[in-house]
């Protein structure tokens, strides 16, 4: 709080500055406004049925897929869910099967068709009947139209228990349960066997059996998507896994899928078994876009620390490196050893309590990068979710011009920014090569700036400042940040002006304050930064994500 109390004195001296500077370059420069070009020309049209209707699952992909020069059509929001009420799933198999006459491909949640929501699979909302439908659904759509390529994801599910009255006692339980199991299954310690069959007797034989039954269900609705993929009905198929941990029953499940994926070498490149779920339709939009272009982005990557590599994160069953090369592989791309070999460098910073000295080496490899011109790509990663770990407003103290930066990810959880990051540095740096003419470059710059400083501002300022101080200050009034019921829109209110605060303030702080040069077929140009808007509310009754949309004024400078 005492950094806020320091940057709204400081906002109110910038708003005077702001004025000033911006009058500067109104008298200094002879500038000209960069109208947005908008062109209804698409190369690929794709319909998207979304993991559900949160931002990182429908608005990051439709921004990532115009950067890439891609028509995204996306149902109606009335047939979506809505946080804790499933989507109309009859009326969307009913929407994919027409929309797919309109298009050239589809990114489909299975869990969507299916449940109606990850939040729904995590309650197994669907039935059998409801499994076979949409197992049909899609064989029917492929033979009606075998031009038309679909690519499904699956997700296995978390770790933990589904929240709901029934399993509110026993979450803990179920969670030592699951470990148990795997533990058991790898080791067969006789004390595991003990502390299982304890469990056992304690909690009630059905929230087993159910908690099992999704996992089987799960393995054997995975088991016939690849056999789908095996027979040219989906193009390929990307399974994710919820939140998890290095042991536990959903490692099991994955197991015995990679299992069987290892049994059928041909379909190495068309199914991927990996971590993640809020941003698997993304990069699966970059294995789109590899696939359909051969475009290999050709990368780089590099640590904030020799030990970052080998670091297991919250939330994730496996080492950070393990998880980037999950995501190049989905993304088609090549990792190479030499930065100047590289489309992009994947610069991925693990921050943690205890290195500080990390974070200042970081910013002076970011700063040498920038300036031989190297383009890169942010995994911003923070141990225990904290702002003080994370490495973005050291390059800021610094001056550095983060503008620079291609792409730029911290959100959630490890699988979910390096994935980001990776699908948004390959959009970018595949249009960039295609060497548009001056008025798509331009406009082609200013998407992705637009898609980076969302993610400044929702990855760093809002979930690791604003998120955490507005929970407690609910939580001081009893208010439920994930049931925020007729305390909405105030709630709403305040956070919107906090978040003008933060764009004003990173504006007048950073942005504005580095022109850069754009190399058009004219020649060099000098770009400015000259204002900041943003449009931003929560999507759901909870505080837990926001949408957001910046939107950036540019001028070319003639001097």
């Known amino acids: 709080m005492f950094r806020w109390f320091k940057r709204s004195i400081l906002l109110a001296v910038l708003f005077i500055i702001g004025i000033l500077s911006y009058s500067y370059y109104e008298n200094s420069h002879n500038l000209a406004p960069i109208h947005p070009h908008t062109s209804d020309k698409h190369w690929l049209t794709v319909i998207l049925v979304p993991l ?182 989906l193009s390929s198929l990307i399974i994710g896994q919820d939140d998890g941990s290095p042991f536990g029953l959903p490692n099991m499940s994955k197991q015995k899928l990679e299992h069987i994926l290892q049994g059928r070498p041909t379909l ?63 993304a088609g791309g090549l990792q190479v050893y030499d930065p100047n070999q590289a489309d992009y460098t994947l610069y991925i910073h693990v921050g943690t309590p205890n290195n500080n000295s990390a974070r200042k080496t970081a910013t002076e490899q970011i700063k040498n990068l920038l300036k031989q011109n190297h383009k890169i790509s942010l995994v911003d990663l923070t141990e225990n979710f904290q702002y003080a770990e994370t490495l973005l407003p050291e390059l800021v103290a610094e001056n550095i011009d983060i503008t620079k930066l291609i792409a730029y990810a911290g959100w959630n959880s490890t699988s979910n920014s390096i994935g980001t990051a990776i699908t948004q540095a390959s959009m970018f740096t595949k249009t960039l090569r295609s060497q548009p003419d001056t008025p798509e470059l331009l406009s082609l710059y200013q998407s992705n700036l637009e898609f980076l400083i969302a993610r400044f501002l929702d990855d760093l300022y809002y979930q690791k400042e604003i998120n955490p101080f507005i929970n407690k200050q609910l939580g001081r009034l009893h208010i439920d940040p994930y049931n925020l019921g007729a305390h909405y829109n105030q709630t709403n209110y305040i956070i919107q002006k906090l978040m003008f605060g933060e764009a004003y303030w990173l504006f007048q702080k950073s942005l504005s304050n580095h022109p850069f040069i754009i190399e058009t077929k004219q020649g060099s140009q000098k770009i400015l930064i000259t204002d900041l808007d943003i449009e931003t509310y929560l999507p759901w009754q909870r505080t837990f994500e926001i949408w957001l949309k910046p939107r950036l004024s540019l001028a070319v400078a003639n001097e």
């Not at 699956?154 to 509110?168: F, G, T, V």
Request: charged content about 20%; overall charge negative; glycine content about 2%.
């Open 268 to 330: 190495a490149n068309k199914i991927f078994i990996t971590r993640g779920t809020d941003e698997v339709a993304l990069t699966m939009l970059g294995h789109i876009v590899s696939q359909s272009t051969d475009y290999k982005p050709r990368i780089y990557v590099t640590y904030s620390s020799p030990e970052a590599p080998q670091i297991t994160m919250p939330f994730m069953p496996n080492t950070v490196a393990t998880t980037v090369e999950e995501k190049i592989r989905i």
């Open 52 to 233: 559900d209707s949160r931002p990182p699952c429908t608005q990051f992909v439709e921004e990532l897929a115009h950067i890439a020069g891609i028509k995204v059509i996306t149902p109606e929001p009335e047939l979506l869910d809505n946080y804790k009420t499933p989507a109309n799933r009859e009326a969307l198999r009913i929407w994919l099967r027409q929309t797919s006459k309109e298009a050239d491909a589809a990114i489909i949640s299975i869990d969507m068709l299916i449940h109606g929501s990850l939040v729904a699979s995590r309650l197994s909302n669907g039935t059998a009947q409801d499994t076979d439908d949409v197992l049909k659904l899609l064989t029917d759509i492929h033979n009606e139209n075998p031009a038309f390529k679909m690519y499904a994801f699956s997700i296995i599910p978390r770790l933990l228990i589904a929240d709901s009255q029934e399993n509110a006692a026993y979450q803990k339980d179920m969670l030592t349960f699951s470990l148990l199991k795997d533990y058991i299954s790898t080791f067969e310690n006789s004390q595991d066997i003990k502390k299982l069959a304890a469990l056992e007797e304690k909690i009630p034989a059905d929230i087993i059996n159910h908690y099992i039954s999704i996992y089987e269900q799960n393995t054997q609705l995975n088991s016939a998507l690849m056999n789908m993929v095996e027979q040219g009905i």
